[in-house]
């Protein structure tokens, strides 16, 4: 029996990407039934809502959504409607893996995954403006938020992600050297975690010196783990060593519902054109696949999207050809065979 989704298709790009994701699931033949909703600018447009009730409704009824980027406007308007849902449905392990595919990415083999706090830090959004005399806005203020809760579950959820899938080693990147209670709490928490796995090799590293490895040595890395801004930021570098932000997929889990996503936005410079690379979106429906237990159906599209790839059939613009998103896709359809 198919497995009822709700699909959002977003702002931007989104649209494009998630119209060429869902012509592959079709070829595929992946047993999933749609149940579309608006959701960003698009829905704040249509229905005066940018998280419509209907949206959330769909959500708490299906348990799965597939996601384009929404358009969150920057400094003022309304609160990111992503870290809303991210909320809303405790969506906390953000799984952003970063693979190599094609030959033209800066490094050739990474393999890594990047296991984000999804619920807490300085993404809570407690924050307000300080007025001094008579300027209202002469300071502001964020409270960054970490929970032993928090902290031990993204732990614990890394490295049963580490045992599940084979992996080594565990990093835990923290900025404990400054931020003695908040990067402490996790600092302590990730090693009393660790003690339970020994199987599986620990290792703590300070964020800005975890950046720069990444960039000199990405191999040294397997699994990382991390608070929510700190995971936001150095997964956008971890795509970029793997051809950008068209190859960046990711899910957020959380105990009863899950929620596939690109890690890219809305990317407003190149909505329309029909040049957008879906293979982001493509790559988080596989990691869709993998959770309802249509794994071979993932499989097989990784496989044809690493086919078209390597073969140089086709290449969008990000990876330096001339090709559209419509044509790449045809030509992942055709690979399925
Ligand atoms: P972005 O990820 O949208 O774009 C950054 C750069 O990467 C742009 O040059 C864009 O053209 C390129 N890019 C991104 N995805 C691409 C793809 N699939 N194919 C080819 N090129 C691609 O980041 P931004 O411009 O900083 O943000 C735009 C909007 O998206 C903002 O409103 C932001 O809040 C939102 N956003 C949403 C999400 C989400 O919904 N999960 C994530 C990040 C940003």
Known sequence: MATEITVIPGDGIGPEVTSATLQVLEAAGAELEYDRQLGGVSALEAVGSPLPDATLDSVRRTRIALKGPLTTPSGSGFRSVNVALRKEFDLYANVRPARTLFDGGRYEDIDLVLIRENTEGLYVGVEHFIGVGDDPRAAA????????????????????????????????????????????????????????????????????????????????????????????????????????????????????????????????????QGVANPTSLLLSACMLLDHVDQRETGDRIRAAIRSVLQGGVVATRDMGGTDGTAAYTEAVIRALG
């Open 141 to 272: 203020e964020s409270v960054m938020i970490v929970t032993r809760h928090g902290t031990e579950r993204i732990v614990r959820y890394a490295f049963e992600f580490a045992k599940a899938h084979g992996r080594k080693k565990v990093t835990v990147a923290h900025k404990a050297n400054i931020l003695k209670y908040t990067q402490g709490l996790i600092l302590e928490v990730a090693r009393e975690v660790a003690a339970d796995y020994p199987d599986i090799e620990f290792e703590d590293r300070i964020i800005d010196a975890t950046a720069m490895w990444m960039v000199l040595d990405p191999y040294r890395f397997d699994v990382l783990v991390m608070e929510n801004m700190f995971g936001d930021i150095l997964s956008d570098l971890m795509a970029g060593l793997v051809g950008g932000l068209g190859f960046a997929p990711a899910a957020n889990i959380g105990l009863e519902a899950a929620m596939f996503e690109a890690v890219h936005g809305s990317a407003p410079d190149i909505a329309g």
